[in-house]
């Protein structure tokens, strides 16, 4: 562009009604980005490991610490917990030769990683608010950056990410999420540069950023699809029109994605196996699809309200033992997300964002949602790490439109400066509820009675706290734990068996037997259950059903000798 312009200099001088000063803006604003999200979520690095995995995958766990070829190999064959995560062991095991079993050690690694996610959303926004608005001029870009920086912050300080970031074991989360976004960021580089080299080399980090997500958790498998989708909108790639998207041009860009299709295929495959393997996945017979698409849209609704009002949020949303109570709330969630989508799908050339978002976060909850139900939670705050991540794009573009209109229109500065001044206070709200939220995870004692107080009809945390009083040397209250956690969910075989075992201890023979029948209708094939069993008939002189009790848990385990010895 000829620099002898004097238009075009005049406007580099900036003139005196720029809201921001632009070197201020490009070297500062990502750095207080980070940051702000390191200060926000601090009182993390203080927490303990807590029982809810950390104990079984890092402390208990001795295979992942190391670098010899045994601890490489485990970390790339293991389905350990039901994961197939080889890059969050490595650096699991990078924690450990620094920090042995440290628990600083392991939060300050995740919040690193999320404070990096926080710089990188901050500049993936950046670009896909340019592409949206097509402006390329000094101000504009001002107005971009600190677009930019509101949707980063509105996703790095929401207390939707306490679960990803705090909780160790989520490391996954965080490492996952930083591959992703640098994913997608280099597939816009790749798709708004000119140069044929470049494009490629974009195109290439793209992939293997995806690779290394995968490597770290499965979750992103739907990133193919969310790149047609950036094709549509905001790059513009694709045709105006849906009916030539098959033509040439569209099917070259579908042809662009098949090495990350056949790679999502192939993770999709192996995390099928991990959970199989661990036993997570649960059956049609025992859960039945009108359940499953009940969940699945209760999940839709759940993130989407709670990333505007988030009150109540819970390390734990159980389950529910009589789905079929929830299901008005599951219809009403259903017809709620049913009209959302017909709304913004005729809405979708008149407002092609929103559209856009909506197809983007349906598209990274679909893995998680719970159609194919693996685990004991209903929902769970950290699946919104990354689907939410559009929302937060678009609030930043809507910033940026106020921004501009403040600009062209000086009679509307004051909506704009009223809108900041709101903005700056939901960040300080979001931030501090943020803080509260990471203190929840402070051990797990403080875990577990937080989730009964957020949560009071979860049989897993009245369960998970009576353990705590019983090896606390407290068995009176352990018993009023354990006789809550199965009033609440009469199939918790955990608890009916630990509740069992104490009433025995305490002399109540005859209400221990009745939990321990109820333990094995639910796991028949429980060989401590048979046993304890049979030495409680024993006692209360039933030779014949206590040997038949024994009988039952040699067959259950032919190696375990304790049901022999008792016979």
């Avoid at 349906?362 to 998680?368: C, E, F, N």
């Avoid at 693996?374 to 939410?388: E, T």
């Avoid at 002399?507 to 333990?519: F, K, L």
Wanted: positive net charge.
């Amino acid at each position: 562009m000829n620099s002898n312009n004097p238009s075009r200099s005049k406007k580099s001088r900036k003139p005196a009604d720029t809201f921001a000063n632009t070197d201020f803006a490009e070297s500062n604003v990502p750095v207080l980005v980070g940051l702000t999200t390191f200060v926000v979520f601090l009182p993390a690095l203080w927490n303990e490991f807590v029982n809810w995995d950390d104990y079984e995958t890092l402390l208990n766990n001795p295979r992942y610490r190391g670098m010899g070829w045994s601890h490489l190999r485990w970390m790339l064959t293991t389905f350990h917990m039901g994961h197939y995560q080889p890059l969050s062991w490595l650096t699991f095991a990078v924690d450990s030769l620094i920090w042995g079993t440290n628990p600083l050690g392991y939060h300050l690694t995740n919040l690193v990683l999320h404070v990096s996610n926080a710089v990188l959303f901050f500049f993936l926004a950046r670009l896909l608010l340019f592409h949206a608005v097509g402006r390329s001029n000094d101000e504009s870009q001002i107005g971009l950056r600190f677009s930019a920086a509101l949707a980063a912050l509105l996703f790095s300080v929401h207390p939707l990410r306490v679960e990803s970031v705090v909780w160790a074991t989520e490391r996954r989360d965080v490492l996952s999420g930083f591959f992703f976004l640098l994913a997608l960021y280099s597939y816009v580089r790749a798709h708004g540069s000119s140069d044929d080299r470049s494009r490629r080399a974009c195109l290439a980090l793209s992939f293997f950023a995806f690779l290394l997500s995968l490597m770290a958790k499965a979750t992103a498998i739907t990133l193919p699809a969310v790149l047609w989708l950036l094709d549509f909108y905001p790059l513009r790639r694709l045709p105006g029109s849906s009916r030539s998207w098959l033509d040439a041009e569209g099917r070259k860009i579908l042809w662009e994605k098949l090495p990350f299709v056949i790679v999502a295929l192939i993770f999709a495959i192996i995390a099928a196996m991990a959970q199989e393997s661990a036993g997570a996945l649960r059956p049609l017979q025992q859960y039945f699809l009108t359940y499953r698409l009940g969940q699945a849209a209760y999940g839709i609704m759940f993130y989407l309200w709670k990333s505007l009002i988030p009150w109540n949020l819970s390390p734990l949303y159980e389950l529910p033992y009589d789905f079929d109570a929830w299901m008005p709330l599951f219809l009403l969630c259903a017809v709620a997300a049913t009209v959302i989508t017909i709304a913004l799908y005729v809405l979708r050339r008149r407002w092609t964002a929103g559209f856009a978002c909506w197809v983007f976060y349906l598209g990274m909850l679909a893995p998680v949602i719970g159609v194919a139900q693996s685990g004991p939670q209903l929902v769970a705050d950290r699946y919104s790490y990354f689907s939410c991540m559009s929302w937060a794009v678009l609030l930043g573009g809507g910033f940026f439109q106020l921004w501009s209109s403040a600009r062209e229109r000086p009679e509307r500065r004051a909506v704009f400066f009223t809108t900041s001044a709101l903005a700056a206070l939901v960040l300080v709200g979001l931030g501090i509820m943020t803080w509260k939220q990471a203190a929840v995870w402070r051990d797990t004692k403080a875990l577990w009675e937080y989730v009964i107080t957020a949560q009071p009809e979860s049989s897993i945390a009245h369960y998970n706290l009576a353990r705590i009083y019983e090896n606390d040397g407290r068995p009176d209250d352990a018993i009023r734990y354990y006789r809550r956690a199965v009033a609440i969910n009469p199939t918790n075989a955990d608890a009916h068996y630990n509740l069992a075992r104490l009433l025995a201890k305490q002399g109540q023979q005859v209400e221990a037997v009745a939990h321990y029948r109820e333990a094995l209708k639910i796991r028949p094939n429980d060989a401590d259950a048979h046993n304890n069993l049979g030495l409680l008939l024993a006692l209360q002189g039933d030779i014949e059903g206590s040997l038949a009790a024994f009988r039952k848990a040699t067959q259950s385990d032919p190696r375990y000798g304790k049901a022999f010895f008792n016979m």
